[in-house]
């Protein structure tokens, strides 16, 4: 683990939803990239009573961020760098969904191929549609 303070180059993701943060850590790929990482978890928020933070030293290319634009709109993302916050923004919606939420149409071709990628691209209309089936995604899953 991290000291908090101490990262130089990398991010820090704060104000998620207290209690997902073990849930983003998969879905961003971290598992797989080389980068030291620190959760915190169950922090003290003024604004949301509780709150996880995610931080991350080194190298974060191949790092899903836009995905976070998707399950959590509150999400802030600082980007540090020598040790000084050079950038803070809000996640936007990302244009692709990998394999972030299933397509419940029954009889789409990712409810029968179970090794088929599910796969949602942002519409016009602000909402996602299934690549395969055109199936628009209804509820944001929580
Ligand atoms: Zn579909």
């Known amino acids: 683990m991290l000291n908090i303070d101490e990262i130089q180059n990398g991010i820090v ?3 998620i939803q207290a209690g997902t943060s073990m849930h983003l850590y998969d879905l961003m790929g971290l598992d797989s990239l080389d980068c030291g990482v620190a959760i915190i978890r169950n922090v003290r928020s003024n604004k949301m009573g509780k709150k996880d933070i ?11 961020l836009d995905v976070l634009g998707y399950l959590d709109p509150n999400i802030t993302i600082a980007e540090i760098r020598d040790g000084k916050i050079v950038r ?17 149409n029954p009889r789409c071709i990712t409810s029968i191929e179970e090794e088929c990628d ?15 089936c055109e199936q628009e995604l209804q509820v944001k899953p929580r």
């Open 13 to 15: 993701i704060d104000h």
């Open 54 to 64: 995610i931080k991350i030293e080194g190298d974060i290319t191949g790092l899903k």
């Open 88 to 104: 803070k923004e809000k996640p936007s919606l990302p244009k692709r969904l990998v394999n972030v939420v299933r397509c419940n």
């Open 118 to 132: 599910h796969i949602f691209e942002l519409s016009e209309n602000g909402r996602y549609r299934c690549i395969y």
